[in-house]
């Protein structure tokens, strides 16, 4: 990728430690990117300002080396498949540009072609109960031919919407909290995945480490990024429900997934279907919200008449132990055990742990 030279001065200015707040007065000072390289030296007062006068020594010492500086660290990323994205750049997403907080310099790897892309959000708290995780998997999966979908780097919540949107072609963005220096090592496998056929994208330059700010303001261009946001399970408090409040503050579309009363895992997803969030059971409730026309039906998934009275047994009790079916079918325990393994199979049932199962 061949970079302007107006992209070339905010990349630049993203290799020195100066906060992001800093590096906008000084373009600012300078009134235009290049003006700032050619006339540099005349911001020393600035630099003794905000204490970081040695930084602006490492700065000048970098425009008189005739490139070295630039195209060293240019190397290292290109060496690591990490692409450096302007603001000024064509590639930048458009959905972050007007933002007054956006990130001068994004940091991408994989697939850049997604940014242009329609996208959605989907994310949900490490604690989203199995059931809820099968689902989002799924509605990813069925999404992700229409939608890019766009999540957090997070188990949970976050890995199902990854492992549904990997299932249905790789149509699939992490942003990350923090730098690629500092990618979460639970998720560490599932990321390369990502990477390979998706896209991870980072607002902060490698080395940065992830503070507690960082997943809120990860959660705001999350939720700047996609077209709707749809949470998974979130508990009263919960990182998902910041990205919902940012949707909300953006006018996008806000979906959730509904739980029992009392459920403190979907707690905060029931607040948010009571303030008007759309209540979300699969992907065609996404799809017809955006007039998406649904081409081809799913195939119907053939069940024996035990298997079947299994699954309406489970959909009255919508969880139960297993001898809990066992008494409401009259089907042996041992037997019920094979029948509940073939449906998981088929993803129409979910083990909860426990001995327990709900229905998909």
Excluded at 97 to 113: R, S
Excluded at 138 to 146: G, L, P, R, V, W
């Amino acid at each position: 990728m061949q970079f302007s030279a107006t992209e070339k001065v905010y990349i630049w200015l993203d290799f020195f430690d100066l906060a992001e707040g800093e590096k906008r007065r000084l373009l600012r000072l300078a009134d235009s990117p290049i003006k700032l390289v050619q006339r540099f030296t005349e911001y020393e007062a600035f630099f003794q300002e905000i204490e970081k006068k040695s930084v602006f020594q490492d700065m000048v010492a970098s425009l008189c080396d005739n490139g070295a500086f630039f195209k060293e660290r240019m190397a290292a990323l290109e060496k690591q498949g990490i692409m450096p994205i302007a603001i000024c750049s064509d590639a930048y997403p458009k959905e972050w540009k007007n933002l007054p907080d956006a990130p001068l310099v994004a940091y991408a790897k994989g697939n850049i072609v997604l940014l242009q892309k329609r996208k959605f959000v989907i994310v949900g708290s490490r604690r989203t109960p199995a059931g809820a995780l099968k689902i989002g998997a799924e509605i990813a999966k069925d999404i992700s031919q229409t939608f890019v979908i766009a999540t957090g780097a997070a188990d949970g919540g976050d890995s199902a919407a990854i492992e549904g949107g990997l299932a249905g072609g790789g149509n699939v963005i992490c942003v990350l909290a923090g730098g690629f220096g500092t990618l979460p090592q639970v998720n560490l496998s599932l990321l390369n995945k990502v990477a390979e056929r998706g896209l991870l994208l980072s607002p902060y330059t490698h080395d940065t480490t992830v503070r507690t700010y960082s997943y809120e303001y990860r959660n705001k261009l999350l939720a700047a990024l996609g077209e709707g946001v749809l949470v998974l399970g979130a508990a009263e408090k919960s990182g998902a429900l910041i990205t919902a409040k940012y949707a909300e503050e953006f006018k996008k579309m806000i979906f959730a997934l509904p739980y029992f009363p009392g459920v403190a895992a979907g707690a905060g997803n029931n607040l948010l279907l009571k303030k008007g969030a759309k209540l979300t059971e699969s992907g065609l409730d996404v799809l017809e919200t955006f007039g998406v026309d649904i081409l081809k039906e799913k195939p119907q998934i053939e069940l024996t008449k035990e298997e079947q009275a299994v699954m309406d047994a489970l959909r009255d009790l919508s969880e139960a132990h297993i001898s809990e079916l066992s008494a409401k079918t009259s089907v042996p325990t041992f037997k019920l055990m094979a029948m509940l393994s073939a449906l998981e199979v088929k993803g129409i049932v979910v083990k909860l742990g426990g001995n327990r199962y709900a229905p998909v």
